[in-house]
T-cell receptor, first 112, second 113 residues
Framework: DAKTTQPNSMESNEEEPVHLPCNHS???????IHWYRQLPSQGPEYVIH???SNVNNRMASLAIAEDRKSSTLILHRATLRDAAVYYC?????????????FGPGTRLSVLP | KAGVTQTPRYLIKTRGQQVTLSCSPI?????VSWYQQTPGQGLQFLFE???????NKGNFPGRFSGRQFSNSRSEMNVSTLELGDSALYLC????????????FGSGTRLTVV
């Protein structure tokens, strides 16, 4: 399975943008980049995913490097509710049964 | 629409007993996956079912088993419980095709004493 590396932790101030990086230098051409987050005492929650182009949704934006070896999850205005562990995961578009391989993720703290 | 429902939310069992956990996926989702989450090992994949067939399996002993019914609901069973099986067990459902994402339930917190 292609692996991802993320910083262990990051800190942000409330209402400021947050850029969460992810490196995936061994990504294959058919790997989707998925981001999930896990709030305390809850299951992981889908945030966003993309293949090649940058993606936006109501929660966040995903910026994908041109060579696809890295990506950045952007939270435009962090709130206290965004404090969570964020996971960057690769999943093969053509391997329907492939499981997600979760790393330790990035623990985001949001300061009031 | 209703999310992924896991029952029970909390469970306490004694070593050596067995336990069955239940997961009801989102309507229309045919794939159900199970994950174990512990503080030491993080989130680890157990198995995935699609249309009542196990399609993928993680590196867990045979004491961990599962099944999926024709309505896509799934159960997982752990026999001969050990203290180390104490964990949050998460179920996730998806359509099951292409690189689509999962919707996770809130999990079942199992404590083995």
């Amino acid at each position: 399975d292609a692996k991802t590396t993320q910083p262990n932790s990051m800190e942000s101030n409330e209402e400021e943008p947050v850029h969460l990086p992810c490196n995936h230098s061994t990504i294959s051409g058919t790997d989707y980049i998925h981001w999930y987050r896990q709030l305390p005492s809850q299951g992981p929650e889908y945030v966003i995913h993309g293949l090649t182009s940058n993606v936006n949704n109501r929660m966040a934006s995903l910026a994908i490097a041109e060579d696809r070896k890295s990506s950045t999850l952007i939270l435009h205005r962090a709130t206290l509710r965004d404090a969570a562990v964020y996971y960057c995961i690769l999943r093969d578009r053509d391997n329907y049964g492939q499981n997600f391989v979760f790393g330790p993720g990035t623990r985001l703290s949001v300061l009031p | 629409k209703a999310g992924v429902t896991q029952t029970p939310r909390y469970l306490i069992k004694t070593r050596g007993q067995q336990v069955t956990l239940s997961c009801s996926p989102i309507s229309g989702h045919r794939s159900v996956s199970w994950y174990q989450q512990t503080p030491g090992q993080g989130l680890q994949f157990l198995f995935e079912y699609f249309s009542e067939t196990q399609r993928n399996k993680g590196n867990f002993p045979g004491r961990f088993s599962g099944r999926q019914f024709s309505n896509s609901r799934s159960e997982m069973n752990v026999s001969t419980l050990e203290l180390g099986d104490s964990a949050l067990y998460l179920c996730a459902s998806s359509v099951g095709t292409e690189g689509d994402g999962y919707t996770f339930g809130s999990g079942t917190r199992l404590t083995v004493v």
